[in-house]
């Protein structure tokens, strides 16, 4: 009868095998978020979505508007394709993390003109397409 199980495991085996794949191409992606041509100093969240659905990327930008997207904990990146890009400002200090998380923050209105802009995946009105690894990325958030 060992026969038997194995031959009926085996199909089940090919199936499951048959659905996985390494995912989505991804490429690593480096770059600077600049507003009016300058570096944007002020702390940020970007995070980029793939059009067609799919696993998104986000980084942090440093004091310079750096920024490196990471596609997972292991994986720098983003995949391949149409990306939405939408900014979150994040906390630039202990206090400002403590007001955020109280709901107390209050945004200046060039920040609140920003998020307008930028701050929501279905609103956005920053594209970008990801066609190969990239270290220079210019996000203009003007």
Known sequence: MPTLRIAAIVPLVLVLAAGCDSGPPVVPIKGVVT??????????VVTF????GGRSSSGQTDAEGRFELNFDRDTK??????????????????KEEAEFAAGRHKYHPDQNAILEKYGKRETTALMVEITAARNDLELKID
């Open 77 to 94: 990146g983003a995949a391949l394709g149409k990306h939405k890009v939408i900014v979150a400002f994040r906390p630039a200090n202990p």
């Open 35 to 44: 507003r009016g041509g300058q570096p944007f100093k002020s702390p940020l």
């Open 49 to 52: 979505y793939p059009e067609t």
